[in-house]
């Protein structure tokens, strides 16, 4: 069965079909598909790590080039740049992206995820994330490479196609309708409005929202992305009606990013969208924002306080 596989495969290959590229792809998967020059790996590390050790070919975009301004990290980078940046990762609609960070930790997989989401976004439609990032590469002692690469500038000028994203006006109209399922992808503390962003406004969560941590799509004690039937179930958690939208949200579309990649690249569900900005951009409304779980006002009051002191004495 395995030869008959093999052969379906190089057959698809001869006649210009190729099998759809993974979401998720291990090391060792990854490995043979880097001699395939449509194969382009994404480092999205700093240069100082990138320039120590990456996987052969890799081209180095770190992850602040596919992020927002200090303000709002959430928000998105102009449409130019985002252009610019394409291009200069020599990237094309036909481009098998494969997108890697440290791996050090879950928290550190949103970052790839969120980059995953931006790409898709851009156009393209082969796409994977290394499952455990370079922590897992070297884990499998695979080669790696100190060679920078130099990669031909593409002309792709992609629009930003906003099917997977929902904006500040988009949650408004769901949270006035109860349209659609809100998300909360951080962990109890901000969803329950004990703590919350040094660049958000209030503590607390969008009316109505489920919690469903990003922690729980890994297996316990790593920074490895659960198997497929393992992330149906931890989808399941989230009744999602037929034709609603669900909507991820965190504190700058980081977090949230992992759950959007969970619920829509893994467990297959339909109109899953990230509200990139989060509940930064939400509560930085010229309004007052309705919200949930938000602390009593001398609570409120004494974290302003707490955070004024440090920035001060910082």
Same mark, same amino acid.
């Given at each position: 069965?395995?030869?008959?596989?093999?052969?379906?495969?190089?057959?698809? =290959?001869?006649?210009?079909?190729?099998?759809?590229?993974? &979401?998720?792809?291990? *090391?060792?998967?990854?490995?043979?598909?880097?001699?395939?020059?449509?194969?382009?790996?994404?480092?999205?590390?700093? &240069?100082?790590?990138?320039?120590? %050790?990456?996987?052969?070919?890799?081209?180095?975009?770190?992850? !602040?080039?596919?992020? !927002?301004?200090?303000?709002?990290? !959430?928000?998105?980078?102009?449409?130019?740049?985002?252009?610019?940046?394409?291009?200069?990762?020599?990237?094309?609609?036909?481009?098998?992206?494969?997108?890697?960070?440290?791996?050090? +930790?879950?928290?550190?997989? =949103?970052?790839?995820?969120?980059?995953?989401?931006?790409?898709?976004?851009?156009?393209?439609?082969?796409?994977?994330?290394?499952?455990?990032?370079?922590?897992?590469?070297?884990?499998?002692?695979? *080669?790696?490479?100190?060679?920078?690469?130099?990669?031909?500038?593409?002309?792709?000028?992609?629009?930003?196609?906003?099917?997977?994203?929902?904006?500040? +006006?988009?949650?408004?109209?769901?949270?006035?309708?109860?349209?659609?399922?809100?998300?909360?992808?951080?962990?109890?503390?901000?969803?329950? =409005?004990?703590?919350?962003?040094? %660049?958000?406004?209030?503590? !607390?969560?969008?009316?109505? %929202?489920?919690?469903?941590?990003?922690?729980?799509?890994?297996?316990?004690?790593?920074?490895?992305?659960?198997?497929?039937?393992?992330?149906?179930?931890?989808?399941?958690?989230?009744?999602?009606?037929? =034709?609603? +939208?669900?909507?991820?949200?965190?504190?700058?579309?980081?977090?949230?990013?992992?759950?959007?990649?969970?619920?829509?690249?893994?467990?297959?569900?339909?109109?899953?969208?990230?509200?990139?900005?989060?509940?930064?951009?939400?509560?930085?409304? *010229? +309004?007052?924002?309705?919200?949930?779980?938000?602390?009593?006002?001398?609570?409120?009051?004494?974290?302003?306080?707490?955070?004024?002191?440090?920035?001060?004495?910082?």
């Amino acid at each position: 069965m395995n030869h008959k596989l093999i052969a379906l495969a190089l057959s698809l =290959g001869s006649t210009g079909w190729s099998l759809a590229a993974q &979401p998720l792809l291990t *090391p060792a998967a990854l490995q043979p598909l880097l001699k395939d020059p449509q194969v382009r790996v994404i480092d999205i590390r700093e &240069p100082k790590g990138f320039d120590a %050790a990456h996987i052969p070919g890799a081209v180095n975009a770190p992850y !602040g080039k596919w992020r !927002g301004p200090a303000s709002n990290p !959430g928000e998105l980078p102009d449409q130019a740049k985002l252009v610019a940046l394409v291009q200069s990762l020599g990237l094309t609609p036909h481009t098998h992206a494969v997108v890697v960070s440290t791996g050090k +930790d879950a928290t550190d997989f =949103g970052a790839m995820a969120r980059v995953y989401w931006t790409l898709k976004s851009l156009g393209l439609t082969e796409l994977s994330i290394v499952n455990g990032g370079m922590q897992a590469w070297d884990a499998a002692k695979l *080669p790696t490479s100190t060679t920078a690469v130099q990669v031909a500038p593409s002309t792709y000028a992609p629009t930003f196609d906003a099917r997977w994203l929902a904006t500040r +006006d988009d949650v408004q109209q769901h949270v006035k309708l109860s349209n659609a399922v809100l998300v909360d992808s951080r962990p109890d503390a901000f969803y329950q =409005g004990k703590t919350q962003a040094p %660049a958000a406004k209030l503590a !607390g969560t969008l009316p109505g %929202a489920v919690q469903l941590d990003f922690n729980q799509w890994f297996v316990p004690g790593s920074s490895t992305f659960v198997e497929t039937a393992k992330a149906k179930q931890v989808a399941a958690h989230i009744q999602h009606p037929e =034709g609603q +939208d669900a909507v991820a949200f965190c504190n700058t579309g980081h977090w949230a990013a992992t759950d959007w990649f969970g619920l829509s690249e893994v467990a297959g569900l339909p109109n899953v969208k990230l509200y990139a900005g989060s509940m930064v951009d939400w509560t930085q409304s *010229p +309004d007052m924002p309705p919200m949930q779980n938000m602390p009593g006002r001398g609570e409120q009051l004494l974290r302003a306080t707490q955070q004024w002191w440090q920035k001060k004495l910082n």
